[in-house]
T-cell receptor
Framework: AQSVTQLDSQVPVFEEAPVELRCNYS??????LFWYVQYPNQGLQLLLKYLSGSTLVESINGFEAEFNKSQTSFHLRKPSVHISDTAEYFC???????????????FGQGTILTVHP | GAVVSQHPSRVICKSGTSVKIECRSL??????MFWYRQFPKQSLMLMAT?????????EQGVEKDKFLINHASLTLSTLTVTSAHPEDSSFYIC?????????????FGPGTRLTVT
């Protein structure tokens, strides 16, 4: 079985400040890791993903996440946030192999990031 | 590419009636579609997995007779909430997986807000 824990339900920050959204996971098998962003009343958009290779992955809008196998973490960071980054962020995983969990995403509880002017 | 649409985006229905939600992959063939339910301020919970041409697989605790899923073509899956009650009010999101065979490639629809009065 797999699980994802997002340690902060809400993170308020001021514009241009750095932010870190924490994500820890548990799995008995190897997984792919993702961050999704959800704007109000919209579906999820993939922000970035870790599949293999470099443990640091980046998005086109300045977010980055680092896969840490020893700490089973995949924290999301941005050095300087904008008002437009205000949204809910979900960490998720999917097992690499097949079996009954093939393709099934397991989501964390979500973190609401609110950027204040 | 990889666009998934849902219709309707919002629906209000009376208790006891049925509501059908459509999920379409617009520019790719979706061999598998997933249906999620999201309660306010909570994460997405997988309800069922549907594969084109076969019966859907429901997650534990999801009533298959209440949430009817049909995946009749490679571009369309429908979720019908039968005899809806106020507790069925929620945000329903679908995702679609293409024929690439890669477990992590899922694309999400914008969601449907169901309100049962």
């Amino acid at each position: 079985a797999q699980s994802v824990t997002q340690l902060d339900s809400q993170v308020p920050v001021f514009e241009e400040a750095p932010v870190e959204l924490r994500c820890n996971y548990s799995s008995s098998v190897s997984v792919y890791l993702f961050w999704y962003v959800q704007y109000p009343n919209q579906g999820l958009q993939l922000l970035l993903k870790y599949l293999s290779g470099s443990t640091l992955v980046e998005s086109i809008n300045g977010f980055e996440a680092e896969f840490n196998k020893s700490q089973t973490s995949f924290h999301l960071r941005k050095p300087s946030v904008h008002i437009s980054d205000t949204a809910e962020y979900f960490c998720a995983l999917v097992p690499r192999g097949g079996g009954t969990s093939y393709g099934k995403l397991t989501f964390g509880q979500g973190t609401i990031l609110t950027v204040h002017p | 590419g990889a666009v998934v649409s849902q219709h309707p985006s919002r629906v209000i229905c009376k208790s006891g009636t049925s509501v059908k939600i459509e999920c379409r992959s617009l520019d790719f063939q979706a061999t598998t579609m997933f249906w999620y339910r999201q309660f306010p301020k909570q994460s997405l919970m997988l309800m069922a997995t549907s594969n084109e041409g076969s019966k859907a697989t429901y997650e534990q605790g999801v009533e298959k007779d209440k949430f009817l899923i049909n995946h009749a073509s490679l571009t369309l899956s429908t979720l019908t909430v039968t005899s809806a009650h106020p507790e069925d009010s929620s945000f329903y999101i679908c995702s679609a997986k293409g024929t690439s065979g890669l477990s992590y490639e899922q694309y999400f629809g914008p969601g449907t807000r169901l309100t049962v009065t």
